[in-house]
């Protein structure tokens, strides 16, 4: 759907980098060897972004890092239309209202990193009815067009949880409070 929006499909795919998880910082070589693409495209394309003020910059080192720029006008608007072209928005509406007590859902896997993936790796806490979970999940995949996969943990084994065991570590999409 985006794709009839956007033609360049590096622009796509840095726009699901840096507007899914907004915590998200990259460089031009790491991106390079991540989207398998030439560095003038991908330069290209961040150039353009960042003179539209959609990306920042800043030094590290001296590598020049790219980040979403969390201020700008429309930040919240791209971020809105990329968690509806992955799909994530009808699963957590959909799931998340009828499954019990849910407190938290994490979005994890290779769309906690920003990248494109035909499956969406999700963590849940809370008391959920895993049987609904179930069938809601079959009726999403249907929906979206793409493989849901989840790990579901309990309030209390949550905390205990190191947080850091997830590569890359989760983003929160969800939480009750």
Avoid: C
């Avoid at 840096?18 to 991908?42: C, V």
């Amino acid at each position: 759907m985006i794709e009839t929006l956007i033609s360049s499909q590096t622009r796509i795919k840095l726009l699901l980098k840096f507007f899914l998880n907004s915590n998200t910082k990259a460089y031009l070589r790491s991106l390079e060897s991540e989207f398998s693409e030439s560095s003038n495209a991908i330069r290209l394309e961040l150039n353009r972004l960042e003179q539209s003020g959609m990306l920042s910059s800043f030094m590290e080192g001296n590598k020049k890092m790219f980040q979403a720029n969390l201020k700008h006008p429309l930040f919240k608007d791209v971020h809105s239309i990329i968690v509806k072209h992955v799909g994530l928005d009808k699963i957590v509406e959909d799931v998340v209202e009828r499954l019990g007590d849910v407190e938290k859902v994490y979005l994890a896997g290779k769309f906690a990193e920003g990248l494109d993936s035909s499956i969406i790796d999700l963590i849940f806490v809370g008391s959920i009815d895993k049987i609904y979970l179930l069938h809601l999940t079959e009726k999403v995949e249907k929906l979206i067009n793409r493989k849901v996969r989840y790990i579901i943990y309990e309030t209390e084994e949550w905390t205990d949880l190191l947080f850091h065991t997830f590569t890359p570590q989760p983003v929160l999409l969800w939480t009750s409070k």
